[in-house]
């Protein structure tokens, strides 16, 4: 169990460091939208562009603790390419999984696994989960 933590915290620690899709695109057809979370200092812009019910398209931006930002690039990287009724699922699924609730554990949850240890501190939780809470937001 002890490398199984060791890997995640990496996992974390890579895209913290190396984050995917960084940086908003100002370009029409993009839907965005921020969270702020005052009490930790947390803030993560998401933009998504969605063409033909296909997420084609998934940026991040923002500043905070490592898996927020972390979180955030996972995010971009995982659901780029699926259908918005598959990328809604997927991540209320996340949402359920860092949060200890029952989740549909058939689904591949590749690196976005690593964020499930969040349940033991429920402080982190809300680091965890903004960027996806976010996402979620621009493909209503």
């Known amino acids: 169990m002890a490398d199984l933590s060791h890997m995640y915290r990496e996992i974390i620690m890579e895209h913290y460091k190396h984050p995917r899709n960084k940086g908003l695109v100002d370009e029409e057809g993009y839907n965005k939208h921020r969270i702020k979370n005052p009490s930790c200092g947390d803030d993560i812009t998401i933009q998504s562009k969605v063409e033909d019910g296909i997420v084609k ?3 991040q931006d ?34 359920d999984l860092v949060a200890g ?40």
């Open 62 to 95: 923002g500043s905070g603790c490592s898996i927020c930002c972390a979180s955030a690039s996972v995010l971009t990287e995982k659901l780029k390419g699926m259908d918005v009724s598959e990328a809604k699922h997927f991540a209320d699924a996340y949402l």
């Open 57 to 59: 398209d998934v940026r």
């Open 101 to 140: 609730n029952s989740y549909d554990e058939s689904l591949d949850f590749g690196e976005s696994k690593v964020f499930e240890g969040v349940r033991k501190f429920p402080s982190r939780i809300k680091c965890a989960s903004i960027p996806w809470k976010a996402f979620k937001k621009t493909i209503e």
